[in-house]
């Protein structure tokens, strides 16, 4: 950082709302003299979920649309964490097959 010192970065995501609260903890409970602040946007996909049926189960699955086209899907994490459970198997196995299946 200044005078080639080093330094850790902290960075926070709120909502602008919080922003004062937070900035005065930050302010009181490190040893910085001042914040840079800046705003962020984000642009989300249209998205749904539905249950699936695959062989391992029933499978909660997130779709997401841009301009009404489905571009990509993928299985709910704590879906796969319970059969991974269930099944005695290892959780990225279950993941890649529930994948492979709603592809």
Same mark, same amino acid.
């Given at each position: 950082?200044?005078?080639?010192?080093?330094?850790?970065?902290?960075?926070?995501?709120?909502?602008?709302?919080?922003?004062?609260?937070?900035? /005065?903890?930050?302010?009181?409970?490190?040893?910085?003299?001042?914040l *840079? $602040?800046? =705003?962020? !946007? #984000?642009?989300?996909?249209? @998205?749904?979920?539905?249950?699936?049926?695959t062989?391992?189960?029933?499978?909660?699955?997130?779709?997401?649309?841009?301009?009404? /086209?489905?571009?990509?899907?993928?299985?709910?994490?704590e879906?796969? *964490? $319970?059969? =991974?459970? !269930? #099944?005695?198997?290892?959780? @990225?196995?279950?993941?890649?097959?529930?994948?492979?299946?709603?592809?």
């Amino acid at each position: 950082m200044k005078k080639s010192r080093p330094a850790m970065k902290l960075s926070v995501l709120c909502a602008s709302d919080a922003e004062p609260r937070l900035a /005065e903890l930050v302010l009181r409970e490190t040893t910085t003299f001042g914040l *840079r $602040r800046l =705003a962020v !946007e #984000k642009t989300d996909l249209d @998205r749904e979920i539905r249950a699936v049926q695959t062989s391992l189960g029933e499978v909660r699955v997130k779709t997401a649309f841009l301009a009404g /086209e489905r571009i990509k899907a993928k299985p709910e994490y704590e879906d796969c *964490r $319970r059969i =991974a459970e !269930e #099944k005695k198997m290892a959780l @990225r196995d279950v993941y890649d097959l529930v994948l492979r299946e709603i592809r």
